[in-house]
């Protein structure tokens, strides 16, 4: 660029800048008025820039490829850093670039490092550097929010092959920095590998970025179109041509071109973005360059274990193997996030591995609890060959999760109706607290490798977490209501990290609280009569009552109350002694009550008084829903111990016994295939048990006894309707599906649904009987419109939904059109001037002219019938040329619409 023009373009591109940061009135605009004025103003700057560097080709074909990351510095400030790659040989160098912070104001920063590559490919690093007095990169913001940081800079290399005119359209990349006091304070992801690759014609060609996060947040990946000067696409930018296709995998970030079918230079461009407990907080933009040559060459294979996890404190070991197809020699080298942390970084030894056609490199790495993250490390394997004219690449991703060791130690033991948890604090101290796990019984489960937190098919329920790690004790009192005697609890503790990571699952630990109180057993319906509707209560003693600490004499005294919660406890007996543990409630009528009824048994020493209660347990209440040909069951339990299945009971009309007619594992039953209004009775009978040992088993219980009788409530399915308009006789023939051949069995009539507009309600037109009749012809004076539905009835009056509603309007037929000759001659043929056949007219407005204008004929019949008099004299009209204005007032689904006609007519007697 000349001196002469690089001033004219850096006076323009200054004087639009002053321009635009001025109101009207000389005030500086807001953001939103800037952000509008600028937008405009750039395509005003873009078109300066493409009419002063259309004479640029030889002197400013520079950028091929660039990106911009940051890093979060402290509260609101951030540090900004450009790379880009350019064209070693143009004099179009950029000592400095200018970047968009996004809040309405910008920087120039210095460069702080050139590297000459092979290939005429320079390397530009634009970092903060005080040492060098670089210092522009650091930018602090008023507040949160969401800002694009972006960067242009005329201009492109020449000769891209996907972007027309490539030399004259500038370089634009952006990253989005969202500032969120919620989500926390965030870095950007730097890409490892370099954004300049090369590939062959008709050969696989895969590009990983190596893309790495500080934070440990999840990346995703998507294909962009290039873009140029203020962000927009740039027009006539294609993706690369492929023989198969071209894409990015999401996951992984890998480039996929299947398979590159034209050499040279190509520009993509991709996003990667960043996701923080399932929310976009960032995103970089890479834009960057491939070329493709006419090669005879295969890119090396790298063989490498999959995916694998480690436990934070050990050393993970593999080896990497490179083999060129070609007897090439080979490079393998590495990249990712585990060579990136701080503390204890992993290595390759060699490094990087150097030979003829094989290489092996082998991987290490001292794992520390600082590596804990819950989305995996990434390690990018780089084989490369030394083949002439170019060297081929190949990639290898392996994804390590590092784990945080399990608490260990875990105890359990029963104090009260309570259950004590100990374990020794977790290894790694980046954990910000423990989450805890319970079951009723063993589950036996053991985690396998890579296996993090408690999954749920262990049966294991979360019941509560802290968040502090030094805290190694817990107390399960079940939030207040305490633990139930009778079962066996086991538990299982984790370590929780910020970002979602979990670690191992601790030991099985479990206890059983002590039997110091009685254990209810059984609230039923009392099996020696079930018709009696007595109740039957039972109760386990308290074998491990401290007699001497807690002296006799002892009492049960057993409460009730109605419904199942036991919300209304009151005493209704009491047992001296600890051996009488049954009781049949002869108070109570389950069958006729209506509702279940609950009980507790509370244990007491007339010496010392209150000790200790049962848990409530209510009895079996069964419920019944009637429905077509089914009974529906349920029976929710409300009971202390497990129930492990259900036998379902029934007594057929007529019968005198009850017989087992199936079992669920679930509260409920659906017995289907019975008779409408035949009379069914059912009881169930509860097989469960306490999970603690010692205690009766399998414990049974049984319910009141239920009646029922299925009724017809179901309606058939809607039939599928049809319509079919026969325009001779203006009538609609209706046709329709009989849902008793293929959903129903006892449809026993139709009602048919009528609208003469759409969207006015339906009213009923007819019906029509029997079900087999599924036709119906509609006349409606001559008018066609209107929308039809059908509904079927069943024997007991159900009635099915609507079936589709069909509409038919008046184009349905041949709309209303006039001839243009008629022979009123008393011949006995075409003596009447009258319309064609039409169906759907109100009315009409039929006014006919002679040639001078005046009326011989008016009418509203939509007929007409002129029989070529005049109107008023009956005077023969004499042979000629008539005109006529005919408004026609249509019905149509809309409502009457007028149409007006305009035509001659040729009246001839001879």
């Given at each position: 660029?000349?001196?002469?023009?690089?001033?004219?373009?850096?006076d323009?591109r200054?004087?639009?800048?002053?321009?635009?940061s001025?109101a009207?009135?000389?005030?500086?605009?807001t953001n939103?008025?800037?952000?509008?004025?600028?937008?405009?103003?750039?395509?005003?700057?873009?078109?300066c820039y493409?009419?002063?560097?259309?004479?640029?080709?030889a002197?400013?074909?520079?950028?091929?490829?660039?990106?911009?990351?940051?890093?979060h510095?402290?509260?609101l400030?951030?540090?900004?850093k450009?790379?880009?790659y350019t064209?070693?040989?143009s004099?179009?160098?950029?000592?400095?670039?200018?970047i968009?912070w996004?809040d309405g104001t910008?920087?120039?920063l210095?460069r702080?490092e050139?590297?000459?590559?092979p290939?005429?490919v320079s390397?530009?690093?634009?970092?903060?550097?005080p040492?060098?007095?670089a210092v522009?990169?650091r930018h602090?913001?008023?507040?949160?929010?969401?800002?694009v940081?972006y960067m242009e800079?005329?201009?492109r290399?020449?000769?891209?092959v996907n972007i027309?005119?490539?030399?004259?359209?500038?370089?634009?990349?952006?990253?989005i920095?969202?500032?969120?006091?919620?989500?926390?304070f965030?870095?950007s992801?730097?890409?490892?590998?370099?954004?300049?690759?090369?590939?062959?014609?008709?050969?696989?060609?895969?590009?990983?970025?190596g893309?790495?996060d500080?934070?440990?947040d999840?990346?995703?990946?998507?294909?962009?179109?290039?873009?140029?000067?203020g962000?927009?696409?740039?027009?006539g930018?294609?993706?690369?041509?492929a023989?198969?296709?071209?894409s990015?995998?999401?996951?992984?970030?890998?480039?996929?071109?299947d398979?590159?079918?034209m050499q040279g230079e190509?520009?993509?461009?991709?996003?990667?973005e960043?996701?923080?407990?399932g929310?976009?907080?960032?995103?970089?933009?890479?834009?960057m360059?491939?070329?493709?040559?006419p090669?005879n060459?295969t890119p090396?294979?790298?063989?490498?274990?999959?995916?694998?996890c480690v436990?934070?404190?050990?050393?993970?070991?593999f080896d990497a193997?490179a083999?060129?197809?070609?007897?090439?020699?080979?490079t393998?080298d590495?990249?990712?996030?585990?060579?990136e942390?701080?503390?204890?970084?992993?290595?390759?030894?060699?490094?990087?591995a150097?030979?003829n056609?094989?290489?092996?490199?082998a991987f290490?790495?001292?794992t520390?609890?600082?590596?804990?993250?819950?989305?995996?490390?990434q390690?990018?394997?780089?084989a490369t060959?030394?083949?002439i004219?170019?060297?081929?690449?190949?990639?290898k991703t392996?994804?390590?999760t590092v784990i945080c060791?399990?608490?260990e130690?875990l105890?359990?033991?029963a104090i009260?109706?309570?259950i004590?948890?100990?374990?020794d604090?977790?290894?790694?101290?980046?954990a910000k607290g423990?989450?805890?796990?319970?079951?009723i019984?063993?589950?036996g489960?053991?985690?396998e490798v890579c296996q993090?937190?408690?999954?749920p098919?262990t049966?294991?329920?979360?019941?509560?977490?802290?968040?502090?790690?030094?805290?190694?004790?817990?107390?399960d009192?079940?939030?207040g209501?305490?633990?139930?005697?009778?079962?066996?609890?086991?538990?299982?503790?984790?370590?929780?990290?910020?970002?979602?990571a979990?670690?191992?699952?601790?030991?099985?630990?479990?206890?059983?609280?002590?039997?110091d109180?009685p254990?209810?057993?059984n609230?039923s319906?009392?099996?020696?009569?079930?018709?009696m509707?007595?109740?039957?209560?039972?109760?386990?003693k308290?074998?491990e009552?401290?007699?001497?600490?807690i002296?006799?004499?002892y009492q049960?005294?057993?409460?009730r109350?109605?419904?199942?919660?036991?919300?209304n406890?009151?005493?209704?007996?009491?047992?001296p002694?600890l051996?009488?543990?049954l009781?049949?409630?002869?108070?109570i009528?389950?069958?006729?009550?209506?509702?279940?009824?609950?009980?507790r048994?509370?244990?007491e020493?007339?010496?010392?008084?209150?000790i200790g209660?049962?848990?409530?347990?209510a009895s079996?209440?069964l419920?019944?829903?009637?429905t077509d040909?089914?009974?529906?069951?349920?029976?929710?339990?409300?009971v202390?111990?497990?129930?492990?299945?259900?036998?379902?009971?029934r007594?057929d009309?007529?019968a005198?016994?009850f017989?087992?007619?199936?079992f669920s594992?679930?509260?409920?039953?659906r017995d289907?295939?019975?008779?409408n209004?035949r009379?069914?009775?059912?009881?169930?009978?509860?097989?469960?048990k306490?999970t603690?040992?010692?205690?009766?088993?399998p414990?049974?219980?049984?319910?009141q006894?239920?009646?029922?009788?299925?009724?017809?409530?179901?309606?058939p399915c809607?039939?599928?309707?049809?319509?079919?308009?026969?325009?001779?006789i203006?009538?609609?023939d209706?046709a329709?599906?009989?849902?008793?051949?293929?959903?129903?069995d006892?449809?026993?009539k139709y009602?048919?649904?009528?609208?003469?507009?759409?969207g006015?309600?339906?009213?009923l037109?007819?019906s029509?009987s029997?079900a087999?009749?599924?036709?119906?012809?509609h006349?409606?004076n001559?008018?066609?419109?209107?929308?039809?539905?059908?509904?079927a009835?069943?024997s007991?009056?159900?009635?099915?939904?609507?079936?589709?509603?069909?509409?038919?309007?008046?184009?349905?037929?041949?709309v209303?059109?006039?001839p243009?000759?008629?022979?009123?001659n008393?011949?006995?043929?075409?003596?009447?001037?009258?319309?064609f056949?039409?169906t759907s007219?109100?009315?009409?407005?039929?006014?006919?002219?002679?040639?001078?204008?005046?009326?011989?004929?008016e009418?509203?019949?939509?007929d007409?019938?002129?029989?070529?008099k005049h109107y008023?004299t009956?005077?023969?009209c004499?042979?000629g040329v008539?005109?006529?204005?005919?408004i026609?007032h249509?019905l149509?689904?809309f409502?009457?619409?007028a149409r007006?006609?305009r035509g001659?007519?040729?009246?001839?007697?001879?």
């Open positions: 660029m000349s001196f002469i023009q690089e001033y004219f373009f850096v323009v200054e004087r639009i800048r002053y321009y635009i001025l009207p009135g000389g005030r500086i605009l939103f008025g800037f952000q509008t004025m600028h937008i405009a103003l750039k395509k005003i700057l873009f078109i493409s009419l002063l560097l259309a004479g640029l080709q002197y400013g074909t520079h950028q091929r490829a660039a990106e911009i990351t940051y890093r510095i402290s509260g400030t951030y540090e900004a450009i790379i880009t064209y070693t040989p004099p179009a160098d950029r000592p400095a670039l200018d968009q996004g910008s920087s120039t210095m702080t050139k590297i000459n590559l290939d005429n390397k530009n690093v634009y970092e903060y550097r040492e060098m007095g522009t990169n602090t913001y008023s507040s949160p929010g969401t800002y940081l800079d005329p201009n290399n020449y000769g891209v027309p005119n490539s030399v004259n359209v500038p370089m634009y990349v952006e990253t920095l969202v500032i969120n006091p919620f989500l926390g965030n870095n992801p730097v890409l490892l590998n370099p954004p300049i690759d090369v590939g062959c014609v008709n050969q696989l060609f895969i590009h990983n970025p893309a790495y500080i934070d440990g999840s990346l995703s990946y998507r294909l962009v179109n290039c873009k140029t000067f962000g927009i696409d740039i027009p930018f294609t993706q690369p041509m023989s198969n296709s071209f990015i995998n999401p996951v992984t970030g890998d480039v996929i071109w398979s590159p079918i190509y520009n993509i461009a991709f996003v990667v960043e996701w923080r407990n929310v976009k907080i960032g995103s970089v933009t890479r834009d360059q491939i070329e493709i040559l090669c060459n090396p294979v790298i063989t490498v274990i999959t995916d694998t436990t934070a404190g050990e050393i993970l070991r193997t083999i060129d197809p070609d007897g090439n020699k080979v393998l590495a990249t990712g996030g585990p060579f942390v701080l503390e204890s970084p992993a290595y390759i030894d060699p490094d990087p150097f030979g056609d094989t290489v092996t490199t290490t790495w001292h520390v609890c600082s590596h804990v993250q819950k989305q995996p490390y390690v990018f394997l780089k060959d030394d083949d004219p170019i060297n081929l690449v190949s990639y392996v994804s390590i060791p399990p608490p130690n105890t359990a033991e009260g109706s309570t004590r948890l100990n374990w604090k977790v290894a790694c101290d980046k423990y989450r805890f796990f319970r079951r019984g063993e589950s489960f053991v985690p993090t937190g408690v999954p098919f049966g294991y329920v979360m019941i509560h977490e802290n968040d502090d790690i030094n805290i190694t004790s817990f107390i009192d079940d939030n209501a305490g633990l139930i005697h009778g079962n066996r609890y086991c538990y299982m503790v984790i370590a929780y990290f910020l970002d979602g979990e670690s191992y699952a601790s030991n099985e630990a479990c206890a059983t609280l002590k039997r109180v254990v209810i057993t609230v319906n009392d099996s020696t009569d079930l018709t509707g007595y109740g039957f209560i039972a109760w386990s308290p074998t009552l401290d007699t001497i600490q002296p006799g004499p049960y005294v057993l409460y109350s109605e419904g199942s919660a036991g919300s406890l009151q005493p209704i007996t009491t047992f002694g051996d009488d543990t009781f049949i409630d002869q108070g009528d389950l069958n006729q009550s209506g509702i279940p009824f609950s009980y048994v509370a244990l020493s007339l010496t010392f008084g209150f209660n049962s848990q409530t347990a079996i209440f419920r019944l829903t009637e040909e089914e009974i529906i069951l349920s029976f929710q339990p409300f202390p111990w497990l129930n492990e299945y259900y036998v379902i009971y007594k009309e007529g005198d016994i017989d087992s007619v199936g594992l679930q509260p409920l039953y289907l295939g019975l008779v209004d009379q069914y009775c059912y009881y169930v009978k509860s097989v469960g306490y603690a040992p010692g205690f009766v088993t414990i049974i219980n049984y319910s006894i239920a009646c029922g009788r299925p009724v017809d409530d179901v309606p809607p039939p599928e309707l049809s319509v079919e308009t026969n325009c001779d203006a009538i609609n209706l329709w599906t009989n849902p008793n051949e293929y959903c129903a006892d449809v026993a009602y048919i649904f009528f609208s003469p507009l759409q006015v309600d339906f009213i037109l007819d029509v029997p087999t009749n599924t036709t119906y012809a006349f409606n001559g008018n066609i419109t209107g929308c039809y539905a059908v509904v009835i069943d007991t009056g159900n009635q099915s939904e609507f079936s589709n509603i069909v509409c038919v309007d008046n184009d349905a037929c041949s209303y059109s006039l243009n000759v008629f022979t009123p008393d011949d006995g043929r075409n003596d009447l001037f009258r319309p056949p039409y007219v109100e009315k009409v407005q039929m006014t006919i002219f002679n040639r001078w204008g005046n009326i011989v004929y009418t509203e019949d939509p007409i019938n002129w029989d070529g008023k009956n005077v023969k004499s042979d008539y005109f006529y204005v005919c026609v249509e149509t689904l409502g009457v619409i007006e006609l001659s007519i040729t009246l001839l007697t001879d």
